[in-house]
């Protein structure tokens, strides 16, 4: 038998169920009393960064990587500003002419 033929059959338990299915109705002010309960309420509150980082930082692991990422974000940025600008003859002065590491690369 095939699958459409399953479906088919009158004698379905399934069949037989929605035989007895009766709808329901809802009451008259279903509507009303439906926008009543959205117009009551509470707003959700806006998004903000203090409320994301009060939901998450109680999670340890959480907290401890975005310190570690805080961090680092911190010093590469104060690296960089603080470094000093080397011309590239100073990076390469080693490499000069009358010095030890340029008679090893003749």
Not at 29 to 46: G, K, L, M
Not at 58 to 74: F, K, M, N, Q
Request: no cysteine; net charge neutral; hydrophobic share 45%.
């Amino acid at each position: 038998m095939t699958y459409y033929g399953l479906m088919n059959n009158p004698n379905d338990k399934l069949h037989q169920l929605l035989r007895q299915w009766q709808e329901i109705e809802p009451s008259a002010n279903f509507d009303a009393q439906i926008w009543r309960r959205i117009r009551q309420a509470e707003p959700e509150p806006a998004p903000s960064f203090a409320g994301w980082l009060r939901d998450w930082l109680p999670r340890p692991a959480l907290a401890l990587s975005l310190a570690v990422v805080i961090g680092i974000a911190i010093g590469i940025s104060s690296g960089m500003f603080s470094a000093p600008v080397v011309q590239p003859t100073e990076q390469l002065s080693f490499l000069a002419p009358n010095t030890l590491a340029s008679a090893l690369g003749r």
